[in-house]
């Protein structure tokens, strides 16, 4: 047995292809489109993608099992990686897998129904930390339910803006390349806490403060609130302006979406883009619907979505 281990600053490309292609004889015509985008795996992983970007695969090779792990590090070397980059475990080192449940639907479920429970500051940031995988769901479950700098007991003592901006402090503070390997997450959120200080924001005339959502092939990621442009219709909503976010599409690595010819982008877009424009999206227990889109938004691909409660 191998198993290959592909630690990535993004979530891997995947694609997939007919092998038994019908094929015209013309070379430049069967290398279009015979490609097709994909978010997942399978149905299976379909439910772990946005939350766990490692991969990890077994394989059960027959006797040349020399001559197979020659050939990856080959296809590593021709695809431009560095050979400090590939590391070969030899002898009976073992890798444990244990499935612990993490991103179960069960434990999303009930992690939704708790997040819900909070004011949408505070709530928009806790979905953060996980889509943006900084804590898993339990970590996150026992950062709510601390006794003491508990997210549940701030709530209790602080504003919803207070929290919501510590929250905003404590990603950062997690996602520090300097940060101590073993700091648990709760000894970084009380660091946090005593440097924290709570200020108002001062928004200049013509702005306010938005929330970022962003679509990828497998994830969703969340940032902000940002200072953010207003606009006639948003002015005119201005005390509703929290029930606005700004939602773009983008590839992992954060770009425009792209591919080569061989790859029909079109069928993707349809299915990805298409489907979160159509059906909209579901966040901190509220359900956000497409409203509108301006040409210079478009031009991002940027469009603006509200929330609607389902009863």
């Not at 047995?1 to 600053?9: A, G, H, K, V, W």
């Not at 444990?96 to 909070?118: P, Q």
């Not at 402090?169 to 709570?198: G, N």
């Not at 902000?224 to 002015?235: E, I």
Request: hydrophobic share 35%; aromatic share 12%.
């Amino acid at each position: 047995m191998i198993d290959l281990c592909f630690d990535t600053l993004v979530p891997a490309i995947l694609e997939d292809l007919d092998f038994h292609r019908s094929r015209t004889g013309d070379d430049y015509a069967d290398s279009i489109k015979y490609k097709r985008r994909r978010g997942w795996l399978n149905e299976s992983h379909r439910s772990v993608a946005p939350y766990a970007t490692k991969l990890r695969l077994v394989l059960y090779p027959d006797s040349r099992y020399d001559d197979i792990l020659k050939e990856f590090q080959e296809l590593c070397s021709n695809a431009g990686l560095s050979k400090s980059t590939v590391v070969h475990l030899k002898d009976n080192y073992n890798i444990e897998a244990v499935s612990r449940g993490m991103f179960s639907e069960y434990t999303l479920f009930k992690l939704t129904n708790l997040i819900s429970t909070f004011p949408w500051p505070v709530a928009f940031q806790l979905e953060l930390l996980l889509h943006n995988g900084l804590l898993n769901s339990q970590e996150i479950f026992e950062l709510i339910e601390r006794p003491q700098n508990g997210i549940k007991t701030l709530c209790r003592q602080q504003s919803s803006e207070y929290v919501g901006r510590l929250l905003v402090y404590y990603a950062v503070a997690l996602s520090q390349p300097a940060r101590p390997p073993t700091e648990s997450p709760y000894t970084c959120l009380d660091k946090t806490l005593e440097k924290f200080t709570f200020r108002d924001q001062n928004m200049s005339r013509g702005n306010f403060s938005c929330y970022h959502v962003t679509f990828t092939p497998t994830r969703m990621l969340l940032e902000g609130p940002y200072p953010t442009q207003s606009n006639r219709v948003l002015r005119k909503y201005i005390a509703f302006a929290e029930h606005f976010v700004r939602v773009d599409f983008r590839d992992e690595d954060r770009v425009q979406y792209r591919w080569d010819r061989e790859v029909d982008g079109a069928s993707f877009v349809e299915e990805r883009v298409g489907a979160v424009l159509r059906d909209g999206f579901h966040l901190a227990g509220r359900h956000f619907e497409f409203l509108a889109y301006s040409n210079s938004a478009l031009r991002e691909h940027a469009v603006r979505f509200r929330p609607f409660i389902v009863q």
